[in-house]
T-cell receptor, first 112, second 110 residues
Framework: ETGVTQTPRHLVMGMTNKKSLKCEQH?????MYWYKQSAKKPLELMFV???????ENNSVPSRFSPECPNSSHLFLHLHTLQPEDSALYLC???????????FGQGTRLTVV | GIQVEQSPPDLILQEGANSTLRCNFS?????LQWFHQNPWGQLINLFY???GTKQNGRLSATTVATERYSLLYISSSQTTDSGVYFC????????????FGTGTKLQVIP
């Protein structure tokens, strides 16, 4: 148990569906991150939130929409995804931006 | 941006053997972490080690920041050590994002 919890663990969705991934941390951290891990590719940083403010968006398509209502919760809203968006989505948190990070278990997403 | 290379890309060990994994980076760093990704996908923190040496049980790590590399040592390997090992760095100098290496896939066989 790392203190970072992601739900759901697995998700299958159609290209016309709307779904959301949830991340919650109980570590008192101020920064939260979404990463994407596709097969045979390095982890890709998608979004960074620092004190609830988005500080980085690495050219992520608008069909991925993050939300950070408070420092403990991070969501990734998904709509009209493509099959190539199938991947493992990992959430992480750290006390300050880009200090020691702790990861959740990940959500394995399949788009059909 | 900073380049992070890990070697070897793949490694097969007999249970009980020792191994050394390497992470080279192309610029000076403020932060460096080693992770183990288990078969279920979770990234587990092993070490936060921007410089120096740390040990935790059968694992130890050394970062020589001036020479831009870090080593992860696994002694008396067990089948549960199987998975992918990543190093991740944050380059020095202003705002820099976390950059992950491509990983070393380790398989420990009985």
């Amino acid at each position: 148990e790392t203190g970072v919890t992601q739900t759901p663990r697995h998700l299958v969705m159609g290209m016309t569906n709307k779904k959301s991934l949830k991340c919650e941390q109980h570590l008192g951290h101020n920064a939260m991150y979404w990463y994407k891990q596709s097969a045979k590719k390095p982890l890709e940083l998608m979004f960074v939130y620092n004190f609830k403010e988005q500080t980085e968006n690495n050219s992520v398509p608008s069909r991925f929409s993050p939300e950070c209502p408070n420092s403990s919760h991070l969501f990734l809203h998904l709509h009209t995804l493509q099959p190539e968006d199938s991947a493992l989505y990992l959430c992480a948190s750290s006390f300050q931006r880009d200090t020691e990070a702790f990861f959740g278990q990940g959500t394995r997403l399949t788009v059909v | 941006g900073i380049q992070v290379e890990q070697s070897p890309p793949d490694l097969i060990l007999q249970e009980g053997a020792n191994s050394t994994l390497r992470c080279n980076f192309s610029d000076s760093v403020n932060n460096l972490q080693w992770f183990h990704q288990n078969p279920w996908g979770q990234l587990i923190n092993l070490f936060y080690i921007p410089s120096g040496t740390k040990q935790n049980g059968r694992l130890s790590a050394t970062t020589v920041a001036t020479e831009r590399y870090s080593l992860l040592y696994i002694s008396s390997s067990q089948t549960t050590d199987s998975g992918v090992y990543f190093c991740a760095v944050v380059a020095s100098g202003g705002y820099q994002k976390v950059t992950f290496g491509t990983g070393t896939k380790l398989q420990v066989i009985p």
